[in-house]
């Protein structure tokens, strides 16, 4: 009998791979806070953090689950190992690139530009940059707002209250714009910023800012050396801040 | 019912119950039916210099105030709001009034009561 609730019980391995899961967090919150790192090793650490937050629960859940049918249990840390770390990264890779963008996608008030001229001007720039071309999304708001993300597919989102302002070509510098930041993968460090502070309850111990201010001038050097002007991206942010100040 | 809680009495018609350019705007969108920001903006720049980024907040305010409502259009032009006035101009003046009117009586009572009943009746007698 004591076979079937081996899974259950607390032993010696799972409380060191525990041990190593917490200081695993701590190294990777360490290294955020105290490096100024590239968003490609900023967005891997943070889903080491993820990794390393979910893999005890994963398990403990495993272990219990296979302990309470009675079927037959890893017992050594390798087998754990083995069966519980590749669990946890499928499911860190469902949660912050599957659940959470389409969560996103399908609950914001949008829809999707089907502008001829638009999605042609999209294509043209995505294959010069050498991007998947990303949807492009109408978001049902008056204040003027642009955003991107990359994920499994990639989404530019403007307000329609921004539409309303803008002319073409402002439009254009701001597509520009977004999808440079689509390139330099900054969206997807501001999403990993926001899991991490969603699900792991270590990260207020060690909050690390990121400043956004290089990549703002990354995208904005990118619209004016395709428009071979600053104008238009210019007079698009002149625009956005005269809203915000009315 | 239109909700307004205050009234500027120093100001004349349609400014003692909004601001000036909420007030002109307002007045467009009822002789237009239905309009775009740039519409809007293009009318009115011919009477005052105003930015076109002013209309398009005055416009989501009196969104706000539930005085207009507003669509979304996709089409060739690309895709805009759409705004139009929830009542006609006569509908909005008569709510305004019936709701002052209520908010006197409710405050004041038989006060407010016999003030307007002496009112209508020097009225009639004019």
Redesign the interface.
Known sequence: MLGCFVGITLDGNKIILTAISVSAMLITLFLLKKFNLSTKVKISLIYAHLTALFFPFVLFTTNVACGTFCLACYSNILEMTAISLPTTLILATISGFLVIPTFYIVSSKK?E???RE?LKFVKHYSKKLQLKMPKIY?V?K???IAFSFRSFKSAIFIS??L???LNKKE?EAIILHELAHIKIKSSALKLSTNILRLFSPLSVLARFSHDSTQEEELADRFAIKEQETSRYIKSAKR?IK??RD? | MVTINRIRLERKGLESLLGPLEAEILKILWTKKDA???EVYNILRQKRKV????V??I??RL?EKKLVK?E?E?G?G????IYSTRTSRGDFESSVIENTVNKLIDNFGNVAVNYFNERFAKKKGN
């Not at chain 2, 930015?51 to 002013?54: G, N, Q, R």
Request: proline fraction near 2%; charge should be positive; charged fraction near 25%.
């Open positions: 829809m530009i089907k502008n638009i109408a049902n008056a204040e003027p329609v209250g539409l309303d302002i439009i625009k005269e809203y009315v | 775009r920001v740039r930015a076109l980024t002013s398009a907040v416009l989501d969104h507003r979304v996709s060739k690309g895709t805009h709001y």
